[in-house]
């Protein structure tokens, strides 16, 4: 069970056009106080500018007992507002949850927490094409300790920003994409299915050295045999082979199940596409770039939707001298998809079963 309290309303900003991703926050936020085993709670909404400071003790800023959730609301074509796929979200929060030891507060008060305060800041939902209203769920430990253990306090967030593009100038430039061995993003058995801030953390540095070769992200490889493909720092991946199979790394306990991810999955059959879900090997990949069999590939994620990869650079250690490989320029697969997805996000085409939660 869950009540809401409102407390001091502001007014809706005027935001910028197609802003810095990440950097035009909603003026409140939602909010949940809770502990191991509770079932009834209680939410605030309030300014965003009345967050309490954290004690340099918090728990959390010493063990990482914090996980989190992106999505997107959606001005639709009739000027109500939708929720892009809430129901995989949620379930994913209750997954991370559990891999960190953390309480569960319900697919369903996730849900109606999400419901309430998309319906509350509703007006913040922007009308521009390729704009939506980010939603950040959180959960973070709030005991005051310096010891090893789980926490017993925690709190619950909910906050908005309003975004356009995910790229620069509003056009995406095919990635440079950087592949070394020496780079391990999880292990099966690891957090590589949670998301939690610990596995953005861990990408920080190889995308700091990637970025020094002028590369914008980094592919990881498995963890035990640095040979097959896993995801990338905070997106899935696909290539697409002879021009309509589309293939993508078999989840393998260290992929995280992305819900862009799984929706290209479900739509690709009805754009004649056939979707496989197997094991890449990424030398493999080189080869059939080379031969022409491999005609796309791209990264995909809720920020940026689906980002197409122009060129490879590869290397076994950092110390080696990089090799590269380019991929054609032409990518009309990963255009198909991205266009399907954006008209289902804004209700211009019908979306499959229940992708779309409306807010009334």
Same mark, same amino acid.
């Given at each position: 069970?869950?009540?809401?309290?409102?407390?001091?309303?502001?007014?809706?900003?005027?935001?910028?056009?197609?802003?810095?991703?990440?950097?035009?926050?909603?003026?409140?936020?939602?909010?949940?106080?809770?502990?191991?085993?509770?079932?009834?709670?209680?939410?605030?909404?309030?300014?965003?500018?009345?967050?309490?400071?954290?004690?340099?003790?918090?728990?959390?800023?010493?063990?990482?007992?914090?996980?989190?959730?992106?999505?997107?609301?959606?001005?639709?074509?009739?000027?109500?507002?939708?929720?892009?796929?809430?129901?995989?979200?949620?379930?994913?929060?209750?997954?991370?949850?559990?891999?960190?030891?953390?309480?569960?507060?319900?697919?369903?008060?996730?849900?109606?927490?999400?419901?309430?305060?998309?319906?509350?800041?509703?007006?913040?939902?922007?009308?521009?094409?390729?704009?939506?209203?980010?939603?950040?769920? #959180?959960? @973070? *430990?709030?005991?005051?300790?310096? +010891?090893?253990?789980?926490? %017993?306090?925690?709190?619950?967030? &909910? /906050?908005?920003?309003?975004?356009?593009?995910?790229?620069?100038?509003?056009?995406?430039?095919?990635?440079?994409?950087?592949?070394?061995?020496?780079?391990?993003?999880?292990?099966?058995?690891?957090?590589?299915?949670?998301?939690?801030?610990?596995?953005?953390?861990?990408?920080?540095?190889?995308?700091?050295?990637?970025?020094?070769?002028?590369?914008?992200?980094?592919?990881?490889?498995?963890?035990?045999?640095?040979?097959?493909?896993?995801?990338?720092?905070?997106?899935?991946?696909?290539?697409?082979?002879?021009?309509?199979?589309?293939?993508?790394?078999?989840?393998?306990?260290?992929?995280?199940?992305?819900?862009?991810?799984?929706?290209? #999955?479900? @739509? *690709?059959?009805?754009?004649?596409? +056939?979707?496989?879900?197997? %094991?890449?090997?990424?030398?493999? &990949? /080189?080869?059939?770039?080379?031969?022409?069999?491999?005609?796309?590939?791209?990264?995909?994620?809720?920020?940026?939707?689906?980002?197409?990869?122009?060129?490879?650079?590869?290397?076994?250690?950092?110390?080696?001298?990089?090799?590269?490989?380019?991929?054609?320029?032409?990518?009309?697969?990963?255009?198909?998809?991205?266009?399907?997805?954006?008209?289902?996000?804004?209700?211009?085409?019908?979306?499959?079963?229940?992708?779309?939660?409306?807010?009334?």
């Amino acid at each position: 069970m869950l009540k809401i309290e409102i407390k001091n309303r502001l007014p809706t900003p005027q935001y910028p056009q197609n802003p810095k991703f990440g950097t035009q926050f909603t003026p409140h936020l939602l909010q949940i106080d809770l502990q191991e085993g509770q079932t009834d709670f209680n939410a605030v909404i309030r300014a965003s500018q009345d967050t309490e400071p954290f004690r340099a003790s918090t728990v959390v800023l010493h063990y990482g007992q914090s996980i989190f959730e992106g999505m997107k609301a959606f001005r639709q074509k009739n000027n109500t507002v939708a929720i892009f796929r809430a129901d995989l979200h949620a379930k994913r929060f209750m997954h991370s949850a559990r891999m960190l030891a953390m309480p569960e507060i319900g697919e369903d008060v996730f849900l109606q927490a999400l419901k309430e305060y998309v319906r509350f800041e509703k007006e913040s939902v922007p009308q521009l094409e390729d704009h939506a209203l980010y939603l950040r769920p #959180l959960m @973070i *430990a709030r005991d005051e300790i310096v +010891k090893v253990g789980k926490s %017993k306090k925690y709190s619950f967030y &909910i /906050l908005g920003c309003v975004v356009g593009s995910y790229f620069s100038g509003g056009q995406a430039k095919p990635a440079k994409v950087m592949v070394c061995k020496e780079f391990v993003r999880a292990v099966p058995g690891g957090l590589g299915e949670a998301k939690t801030a610990a596995n953005y953390a861990a990408s920080l540095a190889p995308q700091a050295f990637a970025e020094k070769h002028g590369c914008d992200q980094v592919l990881y490889l498995d963890g035990i045999e640095h040979k097959f493909v896993d995801e990338l720092g905070g997106m899935n991946f696909f290539i697409v082979r002879n021009g309509n199979e589309l293939c993508t790394p078999k989840l393998n306990g260290s992929i995280l199940h992305g819900v862009t991810r799984q929706s290209i #999955l479900e @739509i *690709a059959n009805s754009l004649g596409l +056939k979707p496989k879900e197997e %094991k890449l090997s990424f030398d493999e &990949i /080189l080869e059939q770039i080379k031969s022409g069999v491999v005609t796309e590939a791209f990264a995909c994620g809720t920020a940026a939707v689906i980002h197409s990869i122009g060129e490879f650079l590869f290397l076994t250690k950092k110390s080696d001298a990089p090799n590269s490989i380019k991929l054609p320029s032409e990518t009309p697969v990963g255009q198909k998809l991205l266009s399907e997805l954006k008209q289902i996000q804004r209700g211009i085409k019908k979306a499959p079963g229940q992708w779309l939660t409306l807010i009334e």
